[in-house]
């Protein structure tokens, strides 16, 4: 097991286990290191404290669903923005396939594939010239599949495994960008409902959450909640289209195509990052 992995394992742990409050010792042991080593560990690769981590998941998360309401009635009046939106302190720019691109199913084009492991688990992504076209959790389905479902939408493309390209896609979002960092740009393929979606999801704030019935109201389609939950469970690059901030109106999770588990990972993960320095993340992400 390696040092990503371990971090993988203690959060899944904690989330498991919020209930019970399980203090350092217990979850140092669930990975075979002394608490010692583990609370240096955690620090160093997912940028919060293990404490830190599970006040978010427990605490924090509880108080922002009780002020629900409130902040989606914010959210509401900034969704659906066209451009970038601040998303992980960086700037983020989708841009839709063109319908020329979409006729020639990805002719002449060359998308670059990877797996990444990362504190939050392992990551497959794909980019292509434009943009990061894919990512998600490999965990819980594998590399191969994902590797497929891309191609069988790119089928005349050109397809290359390069860590070292894709690499960019993943170290940007655990690591400060420098000084003058170009935007993150996505290359995505979706009906115009759906990328109307996407972009609405990269104006909801980091660290706050959005329900299907207000990202319906803000994009105009009130009676559209059941259209917009298909959208978001057909988002096709975790994490930088934070498809993890969507809840239901009643505060609970809600769905996610990679598990409730790892929705509430990430959620935490934010929630204790959002108003923590960001310049010791990750130290280097490995293939």
């Not at 217990?26 to 075979?32: G, K, L, N, Q, S």
Request: hydrophobic share 40%; with cysteine.
């Amino acid at each position: 097991m390696n040092d990503y992995e371990r971090i993988e394992k203690a959060m899944a742990y904690m989330v498991a286990h919020a209930s019970e409050q399980p203090n350092l010792e217990t979850v140092a042991a669930h990975v075979h290191l002394s608490a010692f080593h583990f609370q240096r560990l955690f620090c160093r690769y997912a940028g919060i404290s293990p404490k830190r981590f599970l006040q978010a998941l427990t605490l924090e998360r509880g108080k922002q669903l009780m002020h629900s309401s409130t902040s989606l009635l914010d959210i509401a009046h900034t969704l659906g923005l066209s451009g970038g939106s601040r998303l992980y302190d960086h700037f983020v720019q989708l841009e839709a396939v063109t319908p020329g691109e979409y006729k020639r199913q990805g002719e002449g084009v060359e998308i670059a594939y990877g797996v990444h492991e990362t504190p939050l688990g392992r990551l497959f992504v794909a980019v292509t010239p434009r943009g990061i076209c894919r990512m998600g959790f490999v965990d819980t389905t594998n590399s191969e599949e994902l590797l497929a479902r891309l191609a069988k939408e790119w089928p005349h493309s050109t397809f290359q495994h390069s860590t070292e390209a894709t690499r960019y896609a993943v170290e940007r979002l655990f690591t400060q960008p420098e000084e003058g960092a170009t935007a993150v740009s996505l290359h995505v393929t979706g009906t115009n409902f759906q990328i109307a979606v996407w972009r609405a999801l990269l104006t909801i704030p980091e660290g706050q959450f959005a329900s299907y019935s207000h990202i319906a109201q803000a994009l105009g389609a009130p009676k559209s909640s059941r259209a917009v939950g298909n959208a978001v469970g057909a988002n096709p690059i975790a994490l930088w289209i934070p498809c993890h901030r969507v809840i239901q109106q009643s505060g609970a999770l809600g769905g996610y195509r990679w598990g409730l588990e790892k929705k509430q990972m990430v959620q935490a993960w934010e929630l204790a990052l959002a108003n923590t320095d960001k310049t010791a993340l990750a130290p280097s992400l490995t293939t």
